[in-house]
């Protein structure tokens, strides 16, 4: 068992207990994001942080029940996509995945470990002598993965930002590896437009 798998095992152990600052470290984590994925999926924020909201009620009281079939995170996050779905069937809404189109340019975008090939020169100067500026770049980010389709936004979310496992982003989002990279794929050229657009202004 690997250093991260102790350390899973230990948080968990901690939340079973009821210890509070094991529950906050992970709330502080994931719910910012949590929220970022189920606002692409459901009519308003506010649904969106009532969902959010009824997924750490279910942690917390479902914790002792995880087996570990999953990383913690994913665990956590398809209960929440679980619930988000339940509601979008009740408001009538449905959520599209986007899964047109192929993988051309991916291995041009990107190197073999999802990372850029060549970072936008916005991202690559921020210097501690843009820090203001780049506040207004990290605002104009944030802008930019709310802008994207839901679909896109909840794989950018959970597997660029999160860090998920390819098979658990896969898994909780019920769509294929390959559909995944194209998601990812669209949504992270998207971001960098956004970029590219605020840095020719």
């Excluded at 087996?67 to 995170?73: D, I, K, M, T």
């Excluded at 203001?132 to 930019?144: D, K, N, Q, T």
């Excluded at 597997?159 to 590896?177: H, K, M, T």
């Excluded at 998601?183 to 956004?194: G, S």
Aim: include cysteine.
């Amino acid at each position: 068992m690997g250093v991260a798998d102790l350390e899973e095992q230990r948080l968990v152990a901690r939340l079973v207990q009821g210890e509070r600052t094991a529950f906050e470290s992970i709330f502080r984590k994931h719910n910012a994001a949590m929220i970022r994925v189920c606002s692409g999926m459901l009519k308003s924020r506010h649904t969106a942080e009532e969902v959010v909201q009824e997924t750490w009620i279910a942690v917390l009281t479902r914790v002792d029940s995880f087996e570990r079939r999953s990383s913690l995170a994913g665990w956590i996050y398809a209960i929440m996509m679980n619930k988000a779905r339940s509601c979008a069937r009740r408001d009538g809404r449905v959520v599209f995945f986007d899964d047109a189109g192929d993988d051309n340019g991916l291995e041009a975008a990107f190197d073999g470990r999802g990372r850029w090939r060549n970072i936008p020169e916005l991202w690559d100067g921020l210097t501690p002598e843009r820090h203001v500026e780049g506040r207004s770049v990290l605002a104009h980010v944030e802008a930019a993965i709310e802008a994207l389709p839901a679909m896109q936004r909840a794989v950018l979310v959970l597997r660029g930002q999160q860090e998920l496992d390819p098979a658990e982003v896969c898994a909780i989002l019920e769509i294929s590896d390959g559909n995944m990279r194209v998601l990812l794929h669209r949504a992270r050229i998207a971001v960098r437009n956004e970029l590219d657009r605020l840095q020719r202004n």
